[in-house]
């Protein structure tokens, strides 16, 4: 069955840098775009990022553009998020997400069970 | 200020029928039939719902439907029960830069 796994979470000093991993497994990694969604606590959701199935497509969040990146290495069946700087406001549960098909670049069928950010000095 | 307006809250009495709705642009709702919808309980990842306007993915009852009119989607769900109690969100593809957008979230509670 597919199952996505975040790591990299955790508590971490404003300004500094992080990066979020989610691995995947029972699906062909490599055939599906995927996206990072995140969650302040006790707010809603708010989309991250997305990376097309091969790696050259990206496109952000105006929040986080030109402070995140996404990146994916499929021979490891994992999606990246790097975070640089860290501010405030970026403390969340960070999800990644799987569309419905392989032909399907917007809507997030499986989901992981995230990681938190918490950001503190 | 999320891009896509939800009503902040709906209710409805058990076996009953609510609609959320869900209103945009013509540069996302009204231009595309990329439209999905999210039912969140506290403490766990969101669930799909609705995609491509009115799909529901396998597994997702037949009480769940989606439509669309114009720059507004909605979310119907008819013969409401104690566990549809949860937070709903859409998301909509955009012809902006960002390319995805949530609304701002809907909290059902059955009465």
């Known amino acids: 069955q597919v199952q996505l796994v975040e790591s990299g979470g955790g508590v971490v000093q404003p300004g500094r840098s992080l990066r979020l991993s989610c691995a995947a497994s029972g699906f062909t990694f490599s055939s599906y775009t995927m996206h990072w969604v995140r969650q302040a606590p006790g707010k809603g959701l708010e989309w991250v990022a997305v990376?097309?199935?091969?790696?050259?497509?990206?496109y952000y969040a105006d929040s986080v553009k030109g402070r995140f990146t996404i990146s994916r290495d499929n021979s490891r069946n994992t999606l990246y998020l790097q975070v640089n700087p860290l501010r405030a406001e970026d403390a969340a549960v960070y999800y990644c997400?799987?569309?419905?098909?392989?032909?399907?670049?917007?809507?997030?069928?499986?989901w992981g069970q995230g990681t938190l950010v918490t950001v503190s000095s | 200020q999320s891009a896509l307006t939800q009503p902040a809250s709906v209710s409805g009495s058990p076996g009953q029928s609510i609609t959320i709705s869900c209103t945009g642009t013509s540069s996302d709702v009204g231009g595309h039939d990329f439209v999905s919808w999210y039912q969140q309980h506290p403490g766990k990842a969101p669930k799909l719902m609705i995609f491509?306007?009115?799909n529901r993915p396998s597994g997702v009852s037949n009480r769940f439907s989606g439509s669309k009119s114009g720059n507004t989607a909605s979310l119907t769900i008819s013969g409401l029960q104690a566990e549809d109690e949860a937070d709903y969100y859409c998301?909509?593809?955009?012809?902006?830069?960002?390319?995805?957008?949530f609304g701002g979230g809907t909290k059902l509670t059955v009465l």
């Open positions: 998301c909509s593809y955009t012809t902006s830069s960002t390319l995805v957008v």
């Open positions: 990376i097309s199935y091969d790696g050259n497509n990206k």
């Open positions: 491509n306007v009115s």
């Open positions: 997400a799987r569309p419905h098909d392989n032909s399907d670049w917007y809507s997030m069928y499986h």
